[in-house]
Every structure is written in structure tokens, then in C-alpha cells.
T-cell receptor, first 111, second 113 residues
Framework: DVKVTQSSRYLVKRTGEKVFLECVQD?????MFWYRQDPGLGLRLIYF???????EKGDIPEGYSVSREKKERFSLILESASTNQTSMYLC??????????FGPGTRLTVT | GQQLNQSPQSMFIQEGEDVSMNCTSS?????WLWYKQEPGEGPVLLIA?????ELTSNGRLTAQFGITRKDSFLNISASIPSDVGIYFC?????????????FGQGTRLTINP
């Protein structure tokens, strides 16, 4: 089975802090994705990566950056957290096909 | 970005009833996927569809890839309490080069025992 893990299930940070969310997959997948999920807005793609050190902006990249130094690991960085970044963050990975496999999510609260 | 129209947005049913939900779009898709998300968890892949007209089952779940390639349907037969959750459709657009998916807004399923 594909396993995608995320570093934290729940996180509380203060406004202005730098926040790192980490995602690890164990299936040697080329592609990795970061989404945020908000009530009424569905899943929105923040960034994705199709190879080590490669990244592309998704639909809502503002305020976020990403890092992929190893194939299995994809990090989402909030350079200066703001309250409007309070959300559920979901990481996913996919291989040759289009099926994406999701991690359990990180619920981030910025106060 | 591109959105899928998923309906209904929510359903309240009795245990044992059958459930139907669908996703439609004005665009053509090459792949349709159906996910289920339980509270506080990430979405879990239920069914993947790859060809127009394809009908695929996974236990009590059956999904179909519409003939026009612009829609997909998910049916759940004889619902049970553990079917509760949010069901999402997702599609891969025909002209989308990258591995990105487009997601529906979800159908929230509530079951009265």
C-alpha cells in the first residue's frame, strides 16, 4: 500500500512565524502535491513537484514556498504565517498514473 | 481554476438506502477518480476510471465514466453507517499536460441509523 505521512496532525503557530510542513511518501513516486482544504472552497492546489528540485505553482501559491531535495520528501513552507493561512493542509503523491494518494492532513491554526 | 460541478452537495439518508452522486463539467477528461474523506483524515482513493463508458465496482460502490467524457457517477448500494463522509470526484483534463487533478466540491453523506 502507498503510504504518505505528514509530520504533524495538528499545529498551532503565531502570526509571523516561519512554518514547515513536511510530507514523506514511500512509493518512489515522481510527483508530489500540496493542497489546502477550506470549507466551501474544496481542495486547492498550492504547489506541486514532478521531480527532485523541480516545482510548479498551483492555483494559490502566494505566501507559500516548497522544497524537494529528496524524491520521497516534499516540504511546504509558510515564510511568515498569517491568520488567513489557518487551514487543513494535505499532501499527496502520484506515480506514472494520475491517481493521487493523500496523507492524513495537518490542521494548522495561526493565532 | 477549473472546477467540477459535483451534486448533490449533501445527502441525508436512512441506513440501507442506495446513494447516487455525480460530477459534471464542460471540459473533457481522460481520467476520473472518486475519493472518500472521513472527518479529520485525508481523502482515500475508492475507484479510478480510465475509459469513456467504463463501469467499475469496489464492493458496494460502483462508478461510471460518462460516454461524453464530461461526467462521472458514483453509486453506493445498501448504505451502512461507515459510509458516512465526504465523497469527492477528481478528473484529469484531456489537455492538461501535468499530473494535476481538478476536484469537485464534495458530497457530504449523512446516514440515519
Amino acid at each position: 500500500d502507498v503510504k504518505v505521512t505528514q509530520s504533524s496532525r495538528y499545529l498551532v503557530k503565531r502570526t509571523g512565524e516561519k512554518v514547515f510542513l513536511e510530507c514523506v511518501q514511500d512509493m518512489d513516486h515522481e510527483n508530489m502535491f500540496w493542497y489546502r482544504q477550506d470549507p466551501g472552497l474544496g481542495l486547492r492546489l498550492i504547489y506541486f513537484s514532478y521531480d527532485v528540485k523541480m516545482k510548479e505553482k498551483g492555483d494559490i501559491p502566494e505566501g507559500y514556498s516548497v522544497s524537494r531535495e529528496k524524491k520521497e520528501r516534499f516540504s511546504l513552507i509558510l515564510e511568515s504565517a498569517s491568520t488567513n493561512q489557518t487551514s487543513m493542509y494535505l499532501c499527496a503523491s502520484s506515480g506514472q498514473g494520475y491517481e493521487q494518494y493523500f496523507g492524513p492532513g495537518t490542521r494548522l491554526t495561526v493565532t | 481554476g477549473q472546477q467540477l460541478n459535483q451534486s448533490p452537495q449533501s445527502m441525508f439518508i436512512q441506513e440501507g438506502e442506495d446513494v447516487s452522486m455525480n460530477c459534471t463539467s464542460s471540459s473533457i477528461f481522460n481520467t476520473w477518480l472518486w475519493y472518500k474523506q472521513e472527518p479529520g483524515e485525508g481523502p482515500v482513493l475508492l475507484i479510478a476510471l480510465y475509459k469513456a463508458g467504463e463501469l467499475t465496482s469496489n464492493g458496494r460502490l460502483t462508478a461510471q465514466f460518462g460516454i461524453t467524457r464530461k461526467d462521472s457517477f458514483l453509486n453506493i448500494s445498501a448504505s451502512i453507517p461507515s459510509d458516512v463522509g465526504i465523497y469527492f470526484c477528481a478528473g484529469q483534463l484531456r489537455n492538461q499536460g501535468a499530473q494535476k487533478l481538478v476536484f469537485g466540491q464534495g458530497t457530504r453523506l449523512t446516514i440515519n441509523p
